[in-house]
């Protein structure tokens, strides 16, 4: 069977998605697959590399630029690929791997493509990609799932051209500073900025409305940050919980994916039954959103052991630094093991899904 490997993308977190790639081509069984690399640039081309029959030498040569034939990099260097319509990746004894980060990735968006395309494809749904990209949807979700949140107020750049004044009073009013403003569809901090006053409030939301024009504004609270990794689809299954060990109180896209500051503590050291909440709120915003494939559940944990959830992330980052196959690897899910259970979980879906369309006909 062949492995379509979507990475890259218009979105913030490009270069993330192409990291993650290559750590994936690491860990493919190329004794069963071979992976077919597709590189959506910056400008939404779609390239197309040479089969891969062994991993990558580095996330660098999984870049293409358009050529008249396709050949690898024999370095760490952008390969040769030529250009193809998104339609042209459709062909039988193949699962798509849409390995992408933030809008136009795990947002649905890609999922609906490949569904009309007929193939299956690693990871959630349509359903479950939408809700969990979009925080002010999926906060609606948790708070009739009863699962615990921080404060917030939404809004969208009208209501703030319109009516700024008035959403300044009624965050104040609400919310304690600091505040922490966030794009309502975007991930891995992009676009995110913690506010300590009413000036810096006004900063961090033109800065938020560069990447999507419906804002979140929560509360900022003192916690640990606290993530599950979650795999299945009717059978659910939560790893250990990892904690994030902060020496500064907000961590940005840069500190994430660039300098690497971040230290993870797996397992968390917490006590088993505060674990267990965490498990179990992980569940249930999986099920809420109609997850599948896999997620990260990432939730705030107080010092009087109060638990919170921030949000659930539908295409976890798979970076070598990333919390998500460490999770599962501390829970006794190798890397390699874990792709393969992605892959075989989205053959799952397809034939399930397919199952039920020729009972409708």
Known sequence: MKIILL???QSA??????????????????????????????????IKGPEMKEPSIGDQQLIFQESEKMEWSSTNAPSKGILIRPGDIQEKEAIVFPVLHGPN???????????????????????????????????????????PQVPYVSFDDVEWKNQQDSLIIKAEGTLLYP???????????????????????????????????????EQGITADECEVAV??????????????????DFYDYSEKYINNTVEMEI?????????????????????????SGLARADFFVTSNH?????????????????????????????????IEELIQLGLSRHKTRSQMKSFES
């Not at 992009?190 to 990447?211: C, F, N, P, T």
């Open 306 to 338: 109060d638990v919170y959830i921030n949000e659930l992330n539908t295409m976890p980052g798979f970076t070598q630094y990333s919390m998500y196959p460490s999770l599962w690897k501390a829970t006794g899910l190798e890397y390699r093991d874990l």
């Open 13 to 46: 977190e490009h270069e993330i998605s192409i990291i993650s790639a290559h750590n994936i081509t690491q860990a493919i069984m190329y004794d069963l697959y071979t992976v077919q690399p597709i590189y959506i640039t910056k400008q939404g081309q779609w």
């Open 7 to 9: 990475y890259g993308g």
């Open 179 to 217: 505040l922490f403003v966030k794009p309502a569809n975007m991930g891995s901090s992009v676009g995110i900025s913690k506010a300590h006053d009413k000036y810096e409030l006004i900063k961090a939301v033109e800065e938020a409305l560069k990447y999507d024009r419906r804002i979140v504004v």
């Open 105 to 147: 990735g795990e947002d649905g968006t890609v999922q609906g493509f490949v569904e009309v395309l007929g193939m299956p494809y690693v990871g959630a749904g349509i359903t479950a990609s939408a809700n969990g990209m979009d925080k002010i949807i999926s906060k609606a979700l948790f708070t009739q799932a009863g699962i």
């Open 231 to 248: 795999l299945g689809n009717e059978d659910i299954h939560v790893s250990c919980v990892g904690r994030l060990v902060k020496t500064q």
């Open 267 to 291: 397992p968390a050291q917490l006590p088993e039954s505060l674990c267990e909440q965490i498990q179990e709120y992980a569940k249930k915003a999986y099920q809420v959103i109609d997850g």
